[in-house]
């Protein structure tokens, strides 16, 4: 098996629809948004999957909102140089002809069946200088198409227009003249972690084992970005005996970071919890970690003799004056609890 038959070499956004897998309640809430016709803003760091989730919106919306004259439309805004660059493009996408706000209106409104616009990497196009007011046209647009779909409030002017919308921004949602319903993308679950590497190793012959599936957890912090380069060096070392997997990953992460993944920087610089890391080695190598020992106080010489032999003399003296087993049982629990207290008073006495 060649380094080419690695599933997790493939990096970056998520285009095949058989490959997304998680963020089930982002997604949960973005199409509730996107029913109320409200602009959709997806902020988080940088590789947290921002650009995955919104192809998969564009590629899953029509049946989520079960809308199949949906037309959805992706387009990376940072690639664009500027507002009149980004309106020709939608433009075009809809058969019309122009480079304004305006020509999208009139695309808008002579469009048979509903828009979807995802719009990816705004970061860019805002600190460009034009991002702001763009974004705040098409979400007046969106949030008013509701209005002109036969309510009683509806305009002449929006009479016919269906358009939805969801922008992808890295950082901190910025602020806008017009609300958007803000979802943050944050690290993966356990629960995420590991469907995302069962969908992975779907087609090979490779399994992790769930002390694999923890080594990566803890190793990249849940950030789907660091989750698969770490799975990477792993399926190596699952086909390369003696591949220093853990090594390999760290060594790439330090030299290639995302800028601004939550990633413990202890990580890299050795800090990390040393008994956790014993516990990644010992668990990716199939072997239960081992438990330090536990000393317990034990009683000695003449006290621990007298700790011992009260319980006995109690049942000992019981059997004798013919009790039967029952009351032997008794007498036993008594002598116990005596011993507790001599143990305890004594202790107290000599200061141990």
Known sequence: MSEQDNPFIVRGRITDATRFVGRWKELSIIFDRLEQ????????????????????????????????????F?????????????????????????????????????????????????????????GELFLER?????RSSRLGRGGA????????????LVVAVGG???????????????????????????????????QFTPGNLRALNILSAGHPTYVQRAAYHLFIAKI?????????????????????????????DGAYAPDMLDLVYDEVEGRPPELPDIELPQPGGLRGLVVILIPLAAVLFTLAAGG????????????????????RVWGRKSGG
């Open 74 to 130: 992706y387009a990376d805004l940072a690639v664009l140089p500027n507002a009149e660059a980004a309106y020709a493009l939608i433009v075009s996408a809809l058969g019309g002809v122009g480079n304004q706000a305006a020509s999208l209106e009139i695309a808008l409104l002579e469009h048979e069946g509903a828009v979807l616009m995802c719009l990816d990497r705004a970061e860019a196009a805002i600190a460009a200088g034009w």
């Open 37 to 72: 016709y409200r602009p959709v803003l997806l902020a988080g760091p940088p590789g947290v999957g921002k650009s995955s989730l919104l192809t998969h919106i564009t590629q899953s919306a029509a049946e989520n909102l079960e809308r199949f004259d949906l037309a959805a």
């Open 172 to 206: 901190s949602a910025p602020v806008l003249s017009e609300p958007f319903a803000v979802v943050t993308l944050g690290a993966f679950s356990p629960a995420e972690i590991r469907l995302l590497i069962d969908t992975y190793l779907d087609n090979t012959s490779v």
């Open 324 to 343: 039967d087993w029952r009351w032997a049982t008794l007498a036993l629990v008594g002598g116990i609890a005596l011993a507790a207290v001599v143990e």
């Open 138 to 142: 098409l979400a007046r647009m969106a």
């Open 153 to 164: 409030a509806a305009l002449p002017e929006t009479a016919g227009r269906d358009l939805l």
């Open 240 to 268: 390369c005996p003696g591949y220093d997997w853990r090594a390999a990953y760290l060594e790439e992460a330090g030299e290639r970071p995302v800028p601004g993944a939550p990633l413990p920087p202890s990580v890299f």
